[in-house]
């Protein structure tokens, strides 16, 4: 079967640093997302793994660790305008089959 | 490029009557998705398509159907409407290459069923 986890909600403090962890059990992999999701919004892309190890881009990095199911996405500097739902999705084969998990909602409080 | 459009924006069925959500893009994506968003339950894929004239299931198709007879457009039917289609719609597309997985999502829409 596929199981994604993530927490269902975080708190922090804007101009800190906060790691939203994600656990995966899939038939397959074939790369892991995070995307960003304001309230009563569309989800937007922020990132993409597929081998193990570290992506920075900007202020967001996401890390992967196949052996372990495990990856996180880490903010910096956190910023009012990240109070966001994150998801975190598994593309588990070459079909068009994302699985997602239930998504994070970051509250950054001043 | 207006990216992936969905009409309407909100919504309101009784039990039993059917629907046509509208979804379209114009970055001549090949891959199209339609996915339903609820509360604790993340998206799950009702139905996708890998290109005109290919449509296949996800993990929840019942009691929707889909058809891709053009590129741009892929339009998401709700055969019988129930209570427990409830929910937010989301249309979305990608590139058919590898290069790229990233999906591309509409700005929803929001249905509910009395």
């Known amino acids: 079967g596929q199981n994604i986890d993530q927490p269902t909600e975080m708190t922090a403090t804007e101009g800190a640093i906060v790691q939203i962890n994600c656990t995966y059990q899939t038939s397959g992999f074939n790369g892991l997302f995070w995307y960003q999701q304001h309230a009563g919004e569309a989800p937007t892309f922020l990132s993409y793994?597929?081998?193990?190890g570290l992506e920075e881009k900007g202020r967001f990095s996401s890390f992967l660790s196949r052996s372990k199911g495990y990856s996180y996405l880490l903010l910096k500097e956190l910023q009012m305008k990240d109070s966001a739902s994150y998801l975190c999705a598994v593309h588990p084969n070459y079909g068009q089959n994302f699985v997602f998990g239930p998504g994070t909602r970051l509250s950054v409080l001043p | 490029n207006a990216g992936v459009t969905q009409t309407p924006k909100f919504q309101v069925l009784k039990t039993g009557q059917s629907m046509t959500l509208q979804c379209a893009q114009d970055?001549?994506?090949?891959?199209m998705s339609w996915y339903r968003q609820d509360p604790g339950m993340g998206l799950r894929l009702i139905h996708y398509?890998?290109?005109?004239?290919?449509?296949d299931q996800g993990e929840v198709p019942n009691g929707y159907n889909v058809s891709r007879s053009t590129t741009e457009d892929f339009p998401l039917r709700l055969l019988s409407a129930a209570p427990s289609q409830t929910s937010v719609y989301f249309c979305a597309s990608r590139p058919g290459t590898a290069k790229t997985y990233e999906q591309y999502f509409g700005p929803g829409t929001r249905l509910t069923v009395t």
């Open positions: 970055m001549n994506h090949e891959y």
């Open positions: 398509s890998v290109g005109a004239g290919i449509t």
């Open positions: 793994n597929v081998l193990d």
